[in-house]
C-alpha cells in the first residue's frame, strides 16, 4: 500500500518567518492538494496541482506560494508568518480521472506562530 | 455557486442510538467522498460514493444525485464514533478538487 507523508509534523514559526512544508506520496497519482484547517471549520483549499510542474490556485493562495518538484512531491510555503497563527494545513493526493478522484490525505502539519 | 451544507452541524447520542447524517450539495457533481477525522486527527476516507448506496460495517452511504444530497448512516453507535465527519463534492468544472462542507461534529456518550 501507498503512503502519503507530511513533514514536520509540528512547526512553530515567528511573526512574518518564510516557513516551508512538504508532502511526499508514492502512490503515484497525478494530483496533489494543500488544505488549511482552522480549529472547528471545514478544509479550505490553497493550492493544488494536476501534474509535475503545473499549479493551480485554490480559494485561499494569498499569502502561500507551493513548487510541485516532482510528481511525487508538493511543497507549499507561508510566505510571512502572521502573529498567533494557528491552523493545520493538510496535504492530499488522488488519480484525479473523470468520476475518480478519491483522495488520501496526510496526517497534517500543526502550525503555531509566536 | 457551489454550495455545500452539512446538516446537523453537532449531534450528542447515547451508545446505541443510531444517526443520520446529511449533505446537500446545489448542483450537479462528478465526484463525492465522506471522511472521518478523530479530534486532532487527519481525515480518514469512510466511502467514496458520487452516486448508490454503498456499506461498510456499521455505516452506510446513499448519494442520490437528483435530490442533490447525500446522507451517511451510523447504526448502534459506540463511543469510538465520536469525531468529525466531512462529505466531500467535485462538481462539475473539470477541476478534480473538492469543495468540503463545514462537517458534523459527533459525540456519543456512554
Known amino acids: 500500500g501507498g503512503i502519503i507523508t507530511q513533514t514536520p509534523k509540528f512547526l512553530i514559526g515567528q511573526e512574518g518567518q518564510k516557513l516551508t512544508l512538504k508532502c511526499q506520496q508514492n502512490?503515484?497519482?497525478?494530483?496533489m492538494y494543500w488544505y488549511r484547517q482552522d480549529s472547528g471549520k471545514g478544509l479550505r483549499l490553497i493550492y493544488y496541482?494536476?501534474?509535475?510542474?503545473?499549479?493551480q490556485k485554490g480559494d485561499l493562495s494569498e499569502g502561500y506560494d507551493a513548487s510541485r518538484e516532482k510528481k511525487s512531491s508538493f511543497s507549499l510555503t507561508v510566505t510571512s508568518a502572521q502573529k498567533n497563527e494557528m491552523a493545520v494545513f493538510l496535504c492530499?493526493?488522488?488519480?484525479?480521472?473523470?468520476?475518480?478522484?478519491?483522495?488520501?490525505f496526510g496526517s497534517g502539519t500543526r502550525l503555531l506562530v509566536i | 455557486g457551489q454550495q455545500v451544507q452539512q446538516s446537523p452541524a453537532s449531534l450528542v447520542l447515547q451508545e446505541g442510538e443510531n444517526a443520520e447524517l446529511q449533505c446537500n450539495f446545489s448542483?450537479?457533481?462528478?465526484?463525492m467522498q465522506w471522511f472521518y477525522q478523530r479530534p486532532g486527527g487527519s481525515l480518514v476516507s469512510l466511502f467514496y460514493?458520487?452516486?448508490g448506496t454503498k456499506h461498510s460495517g456499521r455505516l452506510t452511504s446513499t448519494t442520490v444525485i437528483k435530490e442533490r444530497r447525500s446522507s451517511l448512516h451510523i447504526s448502534s453507535s459506540q463511543t469510538t464514533d465520536s469525531g468529525t465527519y466531512l462529505c466531500?463534492?467535485?462538481?462539475?468544472?473539470?477541476?478534480?478538487?473538492?469543495?468540503f462542507g463545514a462537517g458534523t461534529r459527533l459525540k456519543v456518550i456512554a
Open positions: 492530499a493526493s488522488s488519480i484525479a480521472r473523470a468520476g475518480n478522484s478519491d483522495y488520501t
Open positions: 502512490f503515484n497519482h497525478d494530483t
Open positions: 496541482s494536476i501534474t509535475e510542474n503545473d499549479l
Open positions: 448542483t450537479s457533481l462528478n465526484s
Open positions: 460514493n458520487p452516486s
Open positions: 466531500a463534492l467535485e462538481f462539475n468544472t473539470g477541476n478534480y478538487k473538492y469543495v
